[in-house]
Each structure stands twice: as C-alpha cells, then as structure tokens.
C-alpha cells in the first residue's frame, strides 16, 4: 500500500539539509534513528538533500501513520501531542521536545481484523522496494502499553495484510528488541503466506517499510507507543530516559497526509505549542513570544549543532558563528519552533 508522509517535499524547499547525504546500504550495528532527525537513516542516496542537489525532494526514511480507516471503512486512529508545526510534521515537535516519538494508538470496532501502526519508508513515498539484507536484521528501542509487532512492509511481494514479523512484547521502560532475520516469520495459517512459500531472502531484497503495528481485532484497544532509537542489528541501546509529555490529542486522518487536515479532532490539550518567531538583527537574535525556560539550538547546514542554550531572555548573540545559513530550534514545555536563518 502507498502511504503519504507526514513529512514530505515541501520541507526540501522550506528548510536546510539536516546532515550530510549517505549512500548505499547499512550493514549491522549502525544506528539509524536516535531522536535528532525526523529523517530515519535507511542509507540510501539523497539522504538528507535539497530538491537542487537531488533532482527532487527526498521522501527517504520519513514516518507515518496507517490504520484501516480508508482501505476498510474501519474507525481505528492515531493521536499525536502536538499539531503539525509550520513545516506540516507531526513527528519534528515531538522530538523538539522530547527527543522520541510517542503517540497513541487506538484500534475500534467496525472492522473485524482493526489495525493501526506507524512506519517508515525505506527508499521513497511511493514504497519501491529495496534490498535491505545487508542489515542483518533491526533492532528498536521502544515502550508499549499492549504488545505490538515489527513488520516488513513488502507489499508489492505479499500482497495482502500478511506480513513478515515479529512480536515486541509490552513494556513500560525503555527496552531493547534486536532481531535478525531468522527470527522474523509470517503467518501460514491465513492469505498469501497460506497460498504460496515465501522465504526471508524473498522479502529483505524487496522490503518497501519497516512498520509497527497493533491489532484489535475488532475491539477497542488503547496503547501508548514510544519509539526511541531504531536501527540495524545490534545498533540499539536501552539508555533512553522517558520525559515530561504533552497528552496526545491529535487525530490524523489516517492517511499520513498533511495537505488535507492536520488534526481532525482537537481535544483541548494540557500542554500545546505557542507561536515563537526569530528576527536576526547584525548578530543579535530575537524571539517574538514566550520563550522563557525554552532551549534553542543553532544548527549547521551540514547538521552539526553549532551553539546551544536556555533562554532566559528573549535574545542570543550570535557573534561567534561564522557566516552562512543555520537552522534555529527552539524547543520547551510550550515552545517549538524551527526557522531558517542567513547569518551575513
């Protein structure tokens, strides 16, 4: 199934390249995603880059949500913390915050098999298939109220909600789940894995996502899920520390499209994001709003984090960065905010 991003081409004209382009495949033991780049790492070309440098916009790696609202007339969905930020991402003010994702997941009752899952795509938002061998297997850094399943997406292979996969057991601290491939299976006793044998060579060269999932099965099934790190086999760590959180509120509209709504329900929220702007004077860097407890980052084109601080005041010197384009982040308990600065 083709999935939209939560965050897609208009970024590569919006903002700056977050780090430098990767290409090929990544073998075992490297981390891909940590919580500072809403961009998961898969290591294919254009990682990262313009629409200039890559003849269009980057949709590698990015993440969203699915339920069985649209292809099944079911009523599961996804709520986030936070409305969509100026660039239409779910996923950015999350990890301006807290540096993790988590969302709740809700399963309901009209249709008989409910799902609803998040995931990202390997090469693009088209899902082409990729050959992920090479990375032996994956692991994630996660917590779950409800267990829930890592799947392989590949869909133009088995070609129904069957899937390769494998069971990551509820848990309410940060825990590690590393499995290669042999350890991933799919169902025989039900569609196409019952109509035909297939084998996890079969489905690593020609994986479209990788995906979490939980299952209803027709009943309302509630679960709170974070996800910390994700990585190939052996890359991940069970160091993350759970924060202070906004309520989940946001209902997407399952689709994982920003163009048509952001949030279709918006419950009133304990903590929500206040409108922060930036104005550069000379070196000198102002924000309009209430920053006051926030923390700011500014930030290279090449990714790298070249001043970082709280802000008690409304101002920053910037007289010790050289000149050229940075990314401005502020993030706090009511803040988030990223804008494009040119430093002259």
Not at 94 to 123: C, P, R, W
Not at 141 to 153: A, F, H, I, M, R
Not at 182 to 194: N, R
Request: aromatic share 10%; charged share 20%.
């Amino acid at each position: 199934m083709k999935k939209k991003l939560l965050f897609s081409a208009v970024l590569a004209s919006a903002t700056m390249a977050m780090a430098a382009a990767a290409t090929g495949t990544p073998g075992a033991g490297v981390l891909m995603f940590d919580g500072t780049n809403q961009q998961v790492n898969t290591g294919e070309s254009c990682m990262y880059e313009y629409e200039d440098a890559c003849g269009e916009a980057s949709t590698m790696g990015y993440w969203y949500d699915y339920d069985d609202r649209k292809a099944n007339k079911g009523d599961s969905y996804t709520l986030y913390p936070y409305e969509q930020n100026e660039y239409k991402s779910f996923i950015q003010p999350m990890l301006d915050d807290v540096n993790y994702l988590y969302l709740k997941q809700v399963t309901g009752t009209a249709y008989e098999y409910s799902f609803v899952g998040l995931g990202f795509n390997i090469v693009d938002e088209d899902q082409t298939p990729a050959n992920i061998a090479p990375w032996t297997g994956i692991c994630v850094t996660y917590t779950s109220d409800k267990p829930v399943y890592l799947e392989l997406g590949a869909d133009a292979l088995i070609d129904d909600y069957n899937a390769f996969r494998v069971k990551l057991d509820a848990a309410t601290t940060p825990t590690v789940k590393n499995a290669t491939w042999a350890d991933f299976a799919c169902d025989a006793t039900w569609g196409s894995c019952k109509a035909k044998t297939y084998t996890i060579d079969q489905v690593t060269a020609a994986t479209q996502a990788i995906k979490i999932k939980i299952e209803g099965k027709g009943k309302i099934v509630e679960n709170e899920l974070r996800v910390f790190q994700v990585g190939t086999a052996g890359a991940c760590s069970a160091t993350a520390t759970l924060k202070s959180e906004a309520t989940p509120f946001c209902k997407s509209d399952g689709d994982g499209s920003f163009i048509a709504s952001a949030c279709i329900s918006a419950i009133p929220v304990t903590k929500s994001a206040s409108r922060v702007s930036a104005n550069l004077v000379g070196r000198t860097l102002s924000f309009s709003g209430s920053v006051a407890g926030a923390s700011v980052e500014i930030i290279s084109l090449q990714g790298q984090v070249m001043l970082r601080s709280a802000l008690p005041t409304n101002s920053l010197n910037l007289s010790s960065l050289n000149a050229g384009v940075y990314m401005v982040r502020v993030a706090g308990r009511s803040v988030n905010m990223n804008q494009k600065i040119l430093l002259k």
